[in-house]
Protein backbone atom coordinates (compact mmCIF):
# COMPACT_ATOMS: atom_id res chain seq x y z
CA UNK A 1 0.00 0.00 0.00
CA UNK A 2 1.43 3.36 -1.01
CA UNK A 3 1.76 5.57 2.13
CA UNK A 4 4.07 8.33 1.26
CA UNK A 5 3.53 10.90 -1.62
CA UNK A 6 7.24 12.61 -2.84
CA UNK A 7 6.48 15.05 -5.73
CA UNK A 8 8.98 17.15 -7.60
CA UNK A 9 8.26 21.06 -7.28
CA UNK A 10 9.01 23.19 -10.60
CA UNK A 11 6.58 21.82 -13.05
CA UNK A 12 4.64 19.70 -11.40
CA UNK A 13 3.69 21.89 -8.34
CA UNK A 14 4.92 25.37 -8.87
CA UNK A 15 4.71 27.02 -12.24
CA UNK A 16 8.08 27.61 -13.92
CA UNK A 17 9.47 29.74 -17.08
CA UNK A 18 12.35 27.86 -17.43
CA UNK A 19 12.42 27.00 -21.16
CA UNK A 20 11.66 30.31 -22.08
CA UNK A 21 14.40 32.02 -19.98
CA UNK A 22 16.84 29.81 -21.17
CA UNK A 23 15.99 30.35 -24.41
CA UNK A 24 16.52 33.99 -23.55
CA UNK A 25 20.10 33.76 -22.51
CA UNK A 26 21.13 31.51 -25.01
CA UNK A 27 19.74 33.00 -27.47
CA UNK A 28 17.89 29.82 -29.61
CA UNK A 29 14.90 27.64 -28.77
CA UNK A 30 15.39 25.16 -26.13
CA UNK A 31 12.53 22.47 -25.84
CA UNK A 32 11.72 20.88 -22.50
CA UNK A 33 13.01 18.03 -22.87
CA UNK A 34 16.39 18.96 -23.95
CA UNK A 35 16.41 21.55 -20.99
CA UNK A 36 16.01 18.63 -18.47
CA UNK A 37 18.96 16.65 -20.16
CA UNK A 38 21.29 20.32 -20.18
CA UNK A 39 20.45 20.63 -16.30
CA UNK A 40 21.97 17.64 -15.44
CA UNK A 41 24.86 17.88 -17.53
CA UNK A 42 26.32 21.56 -17.94
CA UNK A 43 28.96 22.20 -14.84
CA UNK A 44 27.69 25.60 -13.81
CA UNK A 45 23.63 23.91 -12.75
CA UNK A 46 25.12 20.66 -11.35
CA UNK A 47 27.49 22.52 -8.91
CA UNK A 48 24.82 25.01 -7.92
CA UNK A 49 22.39 22.71 -7.44
CA UNK A 50 24.33 20.27 -5.80
CA UNK A 51 25.48 23.02 -3.05
CA UNK A 52 29.26 23.45 -4.18
CA UNK A 53 28.98 26.96 -5.86
CA UNK A 54 26.95 29.87 -4.51
CA UNK A 55 24.85 32.15 -6.89
CA UNK A 56 27.56 34.87 -7.79
CA UNK A 57 29.81 32.04 -8.64
CA UNK A 58 26.93 30.02 -10.41
CA UNK A 59 26.05 33.27 -13.08
CA UNK A 60 29.72 33.80 -13.73
CA UNK A 61 30.49 30.10 -14.18
CA UNK A 62 27.02 29.54 -16.46
CA UNK A 63 28.16 32.60 -18.90
CA UNK A 64 32.01 30.93 -19.50
CA UNK A 65 30.14 27.58 -20.16
CA UNK A 66 27.71 28.76 -22.82
CA UNK A 67 29.99 31.80 -23.97
CA UNK A 68 27.71 34.39 -23.17
CA UNK A 69 27.98 38.27 -23.56
CA UNK A 70 25.24 38.86 -20.83
CA UNK A 71 26.12 40.34 -17.55
CA UNK A 72 26.35 38.04 -13.81
CA UNK A 73 23.14 40.52 -13.04
CA UNK A 74 20.93 39.62 -15.91
CA UNK A 75 22.16 35.75 -15.59
CA UNK A 76 20.67 36.00 -11.92
CA UNK A 77 17.02 38.16 -12.85
CA UNK A 78 16.71 35.91 -15.75
CA UNK A 79 17.60 32.25 -13.10
CA UNK A 80 15.76 34.25 -10.65
CA UNK A 81 12.20 34.24 -12.36
CA UNK A 82 12.32 30.73 -13.95
CA UNK A 83 10.48 30.04 -11.00
CA UNK A 84 6.96 31.28 -10.74
CA UNK A 85 3.93 30.68 -8.55
CA UNK A 86 2.41 27.56 -6.84
CA UNK A 87 -0.16 26.43 -9.90
CA UNK A 88 -3.57 27.01 -9.45
CA UNK A 89 -5.12 24.64 -7.08
CA UNK A 90 -2.17 23.22 -5.65
CA UNK A 91 -3.13 24.28 -1.73
CA UNK A 92 -6.14 22.77 -1.70
CA UNK A 93 -5.12 19.67 -3.13
CA UNK A 94 -1.75 19.21 -0.83
CA UNK A 95 -4.29 19.90 2.13
CA UNK A 96 -6.38 17.03 1.13
CA UNK A 97 -3.67 14.76 0.25
CA UNK A 98 -2.07 15.31 3.66
CA UNK A 99 -5.03 14.02 5.60
CA UNK A 100 -4.20 10.28 4.16
CA UNK A 101 -0.56 10.57 3.28
CA UNK A 102 2.98 11.91 3.93
CA UNK A 103 3.87 14.53 1.78
CA UNK A 104 7.59 15.09 1.30
CA UNK A 105 8.87 17.55 -1.85
CA UNK A 106 11.87 16.22 -3.59
CA UNK A 107 13.33 19.18 -5.61
CA UNK A 108 16.42 19.38 -7.85
CA UNK A 109 16.89 23.19 -6.99
CA UNK A 110 19.41 25.91 -5.36
CA UNK A 111 19.15 27.83 -2.44
CA UNK A 112 17.86 31.25 -4.54
CA UNK A 113 14.64 29.43 -5.51
CA UNK A 114 13.98 28.19 -2.22
CA UNK A 115 14.27 31.62 -0.75
CA UNK A 116 12.46 32.78 -3.39
CA UNK A 117 9.40 30.75 -3.11
CA UNK A 118 9.31 30.67 0.89
CA UNK A 119 9.68 34.30 1.19
CA UNK A 120 6.47 34.72 -0.91
CA UNK A 121 4.29 31.97 -0.55
CA UNK A 122 3.62 29.67 2.43
CA UNK A 123 4.16 26.42 -0.25
CA UNK A 124 6.72 24.55 2.24
CA UNK A 125 3.97 24.01 4.83
CA UNK A 126 2.23 21.06 3.95
CA UNK A 127 5.44 19.05 3.67
CA UNK A 128 6.55 16.69 6.74
CA UNK A 129 10.09 16.34 4.60
CA UNK A 130 11.65 18.78 2.28
CA UNK A 131 14.48 17.02 0.49
CA UNK A 132 16.90 19.65 -1.98
CA UNK A 133 19.51 19.05 -4.21
CA UNK A 134 21.91 21.60 -2.66
CA UNK A 135 21.35 20.37 0.84
CA UNK A 136 21.81 16.96 -0.33
CA UNK A 137 25.10 16.98 -2.41
CA UNK A 138 22.97 14.66 -5.48
CA UNK A 139 20.78 15.62 -8.15
CA UNK A 140 18.13 13.75 -9.77
CA UNK A 141 18.13 11.29 -11.62
CA UNK A 142 21.47 9.73 -10.06
CA UNK A 143 19.61 7.14 -7.62
CA UNK A 144 21.48 8.08 -4.65
CA UNK A 145 19.00 10.51 -4.17
CA UNK A 146 16.00 8.59 -4.17
CA UNK A 147 17.89 6.13 -1.82
CA UNK A 148 18.65 9.01 0.52
CA UNK A 149 14.74 9.92 0.62
CA UNK A 150 13.74 6.43 1.29
CA UNK A 151 16.31 5.87 4.08
CA UNK A 152 15.33 9.26 5.73
CA UNK A 153 11.81 8.61 5.73
CA UNK A 154 12.49 5.18 6.81
CA UNK A 155 9.62 3.52 4.02
CA UNK A 156 10.04 0.94 1.62
CA UNK A 157 10.47 1.63 -2.20
CA UNK A 158 6.66 -0.19 -3.19
CA UNK A 159 5.38 2.15 -0.19
CA UNK A 160 6.19 5.79 -2.04
CA UNK A 161 4.63 7.28 -5.01
CA UNK A 162 7.57 9.71 -6.61
CA UNK A 163 5.24 12.67 -8.84
CA UNK A 164 8.23 14.70 -11.48
CA UNK A 165 7.89 16.41 -14.55
CA UNK A 166 10.74 15.20 -15.88
CA UNK A 167 10.94 11.84 -17.88
CA UNK A 168 14.10 10.87 -16.46
CA UNK A 169 13.50 11.41 -13.18
CA UNK A 170 10.72 8.67 -13.20
CA UNK A 171 12.51 6.48 -15.07
CA UNK A 172 15.05 6.47 -12.01
CA UNK A 173 13.04 6.29 -9.66
CA UNK A 174 11.35 3.30 -10.88
CA UNK A 175 14.29 1.41 -11.02
CA UNK A 176 14.74 2.04 -7.45
CA UNK A 177 11.47 0.58 -7.29
CA UNK A 178 9.45 3.54 -6.63
CA UNK A 179 5.85 3.96 -8.01
CA UNK A 180 6.89 7.26 -10.59
CA UNK A 181 4.78 8.87 -12.77
CA UNK A 182 4.95 11.84 -15.28
CA UNK A 183 3.15 14.67 -14.19
CA UNK A 184 2.58 18.54 -14.79
CA UNK A 185 0.09 19.88 -12.84
CA UNK A 186 -0.99 19.18 -9.23
CA UNK A 187 -4.82 17.53 -11.03
CA UNK A 188 -2.49 15.41 -13.13
CA UNK A 189 -0.48 14.16 -9.96
CA UNK A 190 -4.26 14.08 -7.50
CA UNK A 191 -5.76 11.88 -10.72
CA UNK A 192 -3.71 9.42 -10.30
CA UNK A 193 -3.16 9.24 -6.15
CA UNK A 194 -7.10 8.73 -6.50
CA UNK A 195 -6.30 5.27 -8.20
CA UNK A 196 -4.53 3.56 -5.28
CA UNK A 197 -6.13 1.85 -2.41
CA UNK A 198 -6.21 4.72 0.31
CA UNK A 199 -4.50 3.91 3.43
CA UNK A 200 -6.31 5.11 6.86
CA UNK A 201 -6.17 8.87 7.67
CA UNK A 202 -3.49 9.95 9.40
Known sequence: ???????????????LEWSERVSGLLGRSVPIDELHHLWINARSTVDFESGRIDFDTFAQ??????ELTTSPEQVQ????????APMSGCDDILSRLQQRYHLSLLSNTNPAHYERLRDRYDFYAPFEQVFLSHEIGVMKPDPAIFQHVLAQLKVAPAQAAFFDDGARNVAAAKEVGIHAYQV???QELQAIVETFDPPPPL
Do not use: C, K, R
Open 77 to 84: HEFLEFVQ
Open 61 to 66: NFIQEF
Open 184 to 186: HSP
Open 1 to 15: MITHIISDMGGVLVA
